[in-house]
């Protein structure tokens, strides 16, 4: 299965090469989509100064050698020294007749790699955030598309599940007791217990006199220390705390579409045990160094104000390990244990010089080599109406499950109006699809290092760049093969492309391999989203000039039927990559 791109290309090349030389051949041949032909072959313009001639000229010359036959019916230089090339129908039928037979539709199966991916990590015992949302979606359709090209993904849920707080955690789990109401927060609003939990530690931090044994500050910094000393009496609450704290999570994963379960966590606590050999080890090889009582790497080309090195920590001074030390057990245990081939950590951009000082200190040591890449991909802000951090009016951040539960309502009053003739628990379905929908949509459809703006009216919206527009296109195919009774799966005749939009929509439906390859080697879903974006487009501006039911025969109605299908099985599978669910009806 080629697109019509890759099976350009080494046309071009050779053309280049013929034109300018063989040591051109590897020359990039800027293949890009233009509005005056199928495709425009930039390269004259990027190799012109390179061979010292006019850009028209080498255009001319790589004409002049560009060996098409069968493959495009027209070529000619327009403009400065572009190459504007239009690709035969009939080969543009016999490619499409190819993706139609596969099941696939086009997507290529790569050769198969090790590829953890790190994405969603909340943190137990706190509310997940808006900020979470992004690394949970964009990291679940990162898992989803490598999967889909083949790949052994390895989803890890690095979830914050250890460090000082667990001490007052659970000394305030003792006291409401593991079956209270106050205990059934972690499942519901672990915000609220933590909040309390906090209340009372600063409460009896300020208290006087300080320091008496059963005070509530104190007993929870005795509880860290019996946590890190492994006391079992300790470790079972803490466990308690742990599987009140999953219910929440997987309720949030379940309402989102999200594929993590419980068989991916792999939390901070999972590497307890390695903690002090990390540390032996990068001191045994010299790369660590012991300053002011914490044991630190130095690593070169880190320097803070006034030329200050500054040093990633691995041992404070109390003994304690922290963050960096858990991420370099981890990137260890990545590539040795799970023999990873790449590594995909999804998390705030705000981290991007902590995983370049854990990698660096990691590939000191031996524990990540330069046959595995590791990619931070890095995800940017989500902010409120007045372009600062998403909150709520009181201004705490704003909770997840409230923003998704806003989002199925603002569906709901969207779907109310549009099909008041489908039952209640119908529309309450497509509300759940929208909404949620929506909001991945939003998420996915902007770059994952950008911010955007959080607009529930604007994402629900059933007209412009939104899920609700595609999951709408969606809809509507399943509709047309519902009125004829047809399977849309096994309606996979040949087609003709007569009608300028036919040819545009198989066009852009070739181009689905392409895209999805290319998400898994950038990891920019936006880049599926776009695609499909514009798919739908390709497909309503087919649907309003070509007839399909009512084609004038009815092999052309087959074939647009069979058009039809072929969109309606790539936006499902697109969809899909995304975590984006495929309404029956809207
Ligand atoms: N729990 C962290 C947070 O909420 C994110 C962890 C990301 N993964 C990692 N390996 N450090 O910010």
Redesign the pocket.
């Known amino acids: 299965m080629v697109s019509p791109l890759v099976a350009l290309t080494p046309t071009v090349s050779a053309a280049i090469a013929a034109a300018l030389g063989e040591e051109y051949r590897d020359a990039d041949p800027v293949l890009r989509p233009s509005q005056f032909a199928d495709v425009q072959v930039n390269a004259a313009l990027a190799l012109a100064k390179k061979v010292g001639r006019a850009p028209r000229d080498v255009a001319a010359a790589i004409v002049e050698h560009l060996d098409v036959d069968g493959l495009a019916d027209s070529v000619e230089v327009s403009g400065p020294g572009f190459v504007n090339v239009r690709y035969s129908d009939d080969w543009l039928a016999g490619l499409l007749a190819d993706v139609v037979a596969d099941d696939r539709v086009g997507v290529p199966t790569e050769a198969r790699q090790t590829i953890p991916i790190?994405y969603s990590?909340?943190?137990v015992a706190k509310e997940m955030h808006v900020g979470?949302l992004r690394t949970t979606v964009v990291g679940d359709s990162l898992a989803r598309t490598l999967e889909h090209l083949g790949h052994r993904v390895v989803r890890q849920n690095?979830?914050?599940d250890w460090g000082t707080p667990f001490g007052m955690l659970i000394e305030h789990l003792l006291e409401v007791g593991e079956h209270s109401s106050e205990a059934e927060l972690l499942g519901t609003d672990p915000n609220a217990f933590y909040q309390a939990a906090r209340v009372k530690f600063d409460a009896a931090e300020k208290a006087e006199p300080a320091g008496s044994a059963g005070d509530f500050d104190t007993r929870a910094r005795g509880r860290v220390v019996k946590l890190q000393a492994g006391d079992p009496d300790t470790l079972r609450h803490w466990h308690e705390l742990l599987d009140l704290s999953k219910q929440y999570f997987n309720r949030v994963y379940r309402t989102l579409g999200v594929t993590l379960t419980d068989d991916d966590l792999a939390g901070e606590s999972m590497y307890n045990d390695v903690l002090a050999d990390i540390c032996d080890e990068l001191e045994a090889k010299g790369i660590a160094t012991m300053s002011d009582g914490a044991l630190c790497v130095f690593l070169d080309g880190y320097t803070g104000r006034e030329g200050k090195p500054v040093p990633l920590i691995i041992r404070k001074s109390d003994g304690g390990y922290g963050?960096a030390t858990t991420?370099l057990a981890?990137i260890r245990h990545r590539v040795q244990k799970l023999g990873a081939d790449r590594v995909l950590?999804v998390?705030?951009a705000t981290?991007a010089l902590h995983f370049r000082m854990v990698w660096d200190t990691a590939r000191k040591a031996g524990w990540l080599t330069d046959d595995v890449e590791v990619t931070h991909v890095q995800i940017g802000n989500v902010l409120g109406a007045d372009r600062k951090i998403l909150k709520t009016r009181s201004g705490k951040p704003l909770r997840l499950v409230a923003l998704l539960d806003d989002a199925v309502t603002t569906a709901r009053s969207v779907i109310d109006g549009t099909r008041p003739d489908l039952d209640d628990d119908t529309r309450a379905t497509i509300a759940r699809q929208i909404g949620i929908g929506a909001v991945k949509y939003a998420d996915l459809s902007v770059a994952h290092d950008s911010e955007y703006v959080f607009d529930l009216d604007r994402m629900v919206s059933l007209t412009g760049n939104t899920g609700p527009y595609l999951q709408y296109v969606v809809a509507r195919i399943r509709s047309i093969f519902r009125q004829v009774g047809l399977d849309p799966q096994a309606q996979r005749t040949a087609v003709t492309l007569g009608e300028p939009t036919e040819r545009a929509l198989a066009l852009k439906l070739l181009g689905f391999g392409d895209v999805v390859a290319e998400v898994g080697a950038t990891y920019e879903p936006h880049r599926l989203a776009g695609y499909l974006f514009e798919l739908a487009q390709s497909f309503s501006a087919f649907y309003e000039s070509c007839p399909v039911l009512k084609a004038e025969t009815d092999e052309l109605k087959q074939s647009r039927l069979t058009l039809s299908a072929l969109v309606l099985r790539v936006m499902v599978t697109g969809l899909d990559l995304l975590g984006v669910e495929a309404p029956e009806q809207m």
């Open positions: 790190d990590a909340p943190n979470h690095h979830v914050g963050y991420d981890t950590y998390v705030g981290q």
